[in-house]
Nanobody, 123 residues
Framework: VQLQASGGGLVQPGGSLRLSCAAS????????IGWFRQVPGKEREGVSC????????YYADSVKGRFTISRDNAKSAVFLQMNSVKPEDTGVYYC?????????????????WGKGTQVTVSS
């Protein structure tokens, strides 16, 4: 599965961004998808994920109530809507896929990774 994350950029604190994760030549119906954030010097952090089996979702405590993950199987895409962003949301965001039906915030459980997209929250 080839994944491509997009939608990053520079945004002011309190603003919004919508990240997209698209798959080429594969449907994402049967994959759990996760969004991860990488900051230099820190371990890759699971931000959010969505299961394929029941659509259940996970959010890191730091983004609960601000970020929303969703999937559009017809478009083979998963989205991360980021609202009320904060400077600490800055990082490179990666999407990843796993054949496990239930998603998990542990990045080691994901087999397929796309290139990241940079998100910078700054005034």
């Amino acid at each position: 599965v080839q994944l491509q994350a997009s939608g990053g950029g520079l945004v002011q604190p309190g603003g919004s961004l919508r990240l997209s994760c698209a798959a080429s030549r594969h449907t994402l119906d049967y994959y759990a998808i996760g969004w991860f954030r990488q900051v230099p010097g820190k371990e890759r952090e699971g931000v959010s994920c969505i299961s394929s089996s029941d659509g259940s979702t996970y959010y890191a405590d730091s983004v609960k109530g601000r970020f929303t993950i969703s999937r559009d199987n017809a478009k083979s895409a998963v989205f991360l809507q980021m609202n009320s962003v904060k400077p600490e949301d800055t990082g490179v965001y990666y999407c990843a896929a796993t054949t496990r039906r239930l998603c998990h915030p542990d990045y080691s459980r994901y087999e397929y990774w796309g290139k990241g997209t940079q998100v910078t929250v700054s005034s």
